[in-house]
């Protein structure tokens, strides 16, 4: 059974830095589309970087454009968020995901494989 798993979320001042985790098992990462998306009370889920494991292509939103940085290492199976620069309205639950084939939006619609979530808090 296919699973995603996250973890390195914690709590943090403004300015600092947090690098989340999410393993993978059963899941041939070869041609996948994999996201980070982050969700706060009252608020929709967005996508915060999407890789494309096919030609490792990267896109951010531009809230977090030059700051967070998504990278996988498939040896470990495991996709990365570095966050860096972290602000107060960088707080939320992020989430991993993941669906099979190129990447074509950001929106959570067609990313069917979801972790449990790590939750992040950014204090000012």
């Known amino acids: 059974q296919r699973k995603l798993v996250e973890s390195g979320g914690g709590s943090v001042q403004a300015g600092g830095s947090l690098r989340l985790s999410c393993a993978v098992s059963q899941y041939d990462l070869g041609d996948v589309c994999m996201a980070w998306f982050r969700q706060s009370p009252g608020k929709e889920r967005e996508a915060v970087a999407r890789l494309y494991t096919g030609g490792m292509i990267t896109t951010y939103p531009d809230s977090v454009k030059g700051r967070f940085t998504v990278s996988i290492d498939y040896a470990k199976n495991t996709l990365y968020l570095q966050m860096n620069g972290l602000k107060p309205e960088d707080s939320g639950t992020y989430y991993c995901?993941?669906?099979?084939?190129?990447?074509?939006?950001?929106?959570?619609?067609?990313?069917?494989?979801w972790g449990q979530g790590t939750q992040v808090n950014v204090s000012s």
């Open positions: 995901a993941a669906h099979g084939g190129g990447c074509y939006t950001l929106l959570p619609t067609p990313f069917g494989y």
